[in-house]
Each structure stands twice: as C-alpha cells, then as structure tokens.
T-cell receptor, first 113, second 112 residues
Framework: DAEITQSPRHKITETGRQVTLACHQTWNHNNMFWYRQDLGHGLRLIHYSYGVQDTNKGEVSDGYSVSRSNTEDLPLTLESAASSQTSVYFC????????????FGPGTRLTVL | EDQVTQSPEALRLQEGESSSLNCSYTVSGLRGLFWYRQDPGKGPEFLFTLYSAGEEKEKERLKATLTKKESFLHITAPKPEDSATYLCAVQAGSGGYNKLIFGAGTRLAVHP
C-alpha cells in the first residue's frame, strides 16, 4: 500500500547541532509539506514543495531548509538546532490538483537540549 | 489576515451524548475546508472536505456542515473510540496554491 513515512520517530539533540528529518512518500504525489505542531498553535507550515527542484518558505521557515531531488522525498534540515525548535514535526503530501487533500505522516518528536 | 478558530478547546461527553464542534474562519476566498482527526502520538487522519456553503458530508457518527463563516462537526451518539483531537483547516485563495491554515483543534473525550 502507498504510504508516507517519517524517520526517526523520536530524536534528542543538542543546541547548535545540525539535524535532518526524513520524509518519504510512495503515492507519487507532486506536493509535499512540512509542519510543526506545538500546544496552542496548531499545525504551522514550515516549507513546501510543488515538485522536484521546487521549494518554498512557509510561515515559520527561519532556521529550517528543505531540498527536493526526487518525487518521493523531502528532507527537513535544522541548520543549527535551537531549544525553540523542540516540537513535533509532520510531513504531508498531496496529489497536486488545485484543491486536494493532504495526507500526513506519523510525525517526528524532536527535543533540543 | 486569514484565520481559523476552533471551539471549544476541549469537550467532555458521556457515551451517547450528541454534540457539535465549531470551526469559524475569516479568509479571502475559501477554496476548501478540511476536517481531520488526530489520535495521540499520530499524524492527522483525513475525514472530510467541504467546498461550498450548504454542503454536508457524513461518515458513521460524524457529519460536517459548512456555512459562509463556519463549519460544524456534529457527533451523534458518540462512543469512547471517537475520543481524539479534531482539527479544522482551510485552503484560501490568498494563501496560495494548496496551502492549509489550521485551527488549534478541539480535544474530545467520550466517557462510557
């Protein structure tokens, strides 16, 4: 079955370290998204991609970067982790039509000490 | 500024006690309104999409409705397994292609 996976599921790191969270989907979806979820804020968009080699900033993109070298993967990199980036991170994908449904991965819980 | 507000923040029901969750929105040009269910430690699971005022969709004990300013998620005779956080999201014309704006969610607890 087609799916969207994230790894690792849990990560503890130290302030200042570079961290990369993986997202892989097998639906052949054009669009991929990264969100963070914090209590009281709901899901906030970090970066998104409409296809290979395309990346765009969301509302909370500072300190994060993404790259899209193929259809299946959109890794999220924290250049220099900060305690404010402790959160749960979700990856999502959608087919790429004008209005269509985003399907979410299981999430990665990141703790920055 | 586009905004989505969900109420109440938390709701406790007895099994069989029907109720409604509210999602109000102020956006420029609604393209679609989405409801998701999220269980603890898991990613959001898609429930419904509504596109225009007056539209309704049903799935088991859940029914979603849409007006020009808000959406309701009606839960009829809930069971303990309906306990979860319910998220509302809108896709707006001003937000760009296919981007969603989420509310903070309603945490629903159904007790036997």
């Amino acid at each position: 079955d087609a799916e969207i996976t994230q790894s690792p599921r849990h990560k503890i790191t130290e302030t200042g370290r570079q961290v990369t969270l993986a997202c892989h989907q097998t639906w052949n979806h054009n669009n991929m998204f990264w969100y963070r979820q914090d209590l009281g804020h709901g899901l906030r968009l970090i970066h998104y991609s409409y296809g290979v080699q395309d990346t765009n900033k969301g509302e909370v993109s500072d300190g994060y970067s993404v790259s899209r070298s193929n259809t299946e993967d959109l890794p999220l990199t924290l250049e220099s982790a900060a305690s404010s980036q402790t959160s749960v991170y979700f990856c999502a994908s959608s087919l790429g039509q004008l209005t269509d449904t985003q399907y979410f991965g299981p999430g990665t819980r990141l703790t920055v000490l | 500024e586009d905004q989505v507000t969900q109420s109440p923040e938390a709701l406790r029901l007895q099994e069989g006690e029907s109720s409604s969750l509210n999602c109000s929105y102020t956006v420029s040009g609604l393209r679609g309104l989405f409801w998701y269910r999220q269980d603890p430690g898991k990613g959001p699971e898609f429930l419904f999409t509504l596109y225009s005022a007056g539209e309704e969709k049903e799935k088991e004990r859940l029914k979603a409705t849409l007006t020009k300013k808000e959406s309701f998620l009606h839960i009829t005779a809930p069971k303990p397994e309906d306990s979860a956080t319910y998220l509302c999201a809108v896709q707006a014309g001003s937000g760009g292609y296919n981007k969603l704006i989420f509310g903070a969610g309603t945490r629903l607890a159904v007790h036997p």
